[in-house]
């Protein structure tokens, strides 16, 4: 039987409900300001449309290739480490962005979400070639 995707599904869920919060807080605010498209010059809206838009950026590549690694691994505290590790970097960044300008949550955001990135594809590639 194929291992489950566990702790992929727990990244997933938690992202999940993460990124529908931040849906929300555009929603709202889009209300407040009667504007159904773009940010109308609203330099408050503009960055809850970047916060809610960056994580969908991310979101969807990452989680598709930590599912491939738990595939093809197995579950590891490797993989569980990757998921929060990148729960925590899109959280620290969507608090940067509030923030604005540079600061260290964006910045542990951003580079985080690079490094966990980038670490996640090597070991895919690693994965692959182990397989063929």
């Known amino acids: 039987m194929a291992h489950l995707p566990l702790y992929t599904a727990l990244t997933a869920a938690i992202i999940m409900m993460f990124q529908m919060g931040l849906m929300m807080t555009v929603g709202l605010r889009r209300g407040k300001y009667e504007q159904s498209l773009g940010d109308g010059g609203h330099d408050d809206l503009l960055m809850l449309i970047r916060r809610h838009g960056n994580l969908t950026e991310n979101a969807p590549i990452f989680i598709t290739v930590l599912a491939l690694l738990e595939m093809m691994s197995g579950g590891s505290m490797l993989i569980l480490s990757l998921g929060l ?34 670490g996640s594809a090597v070991y895919l590639l690693y994965n692959v070639t182990q397989a063929l």
């Open 85 to 118: 590790g990148f729960v925590g970097v899109r959280i620290a960044h969507a608090v940067g962005l509030t923030l604005g300008g540079p600061n260290p949550f964006r910045i542990v955001g951003a580079f985080g979400t690079l490094l966990l990135g980038f």
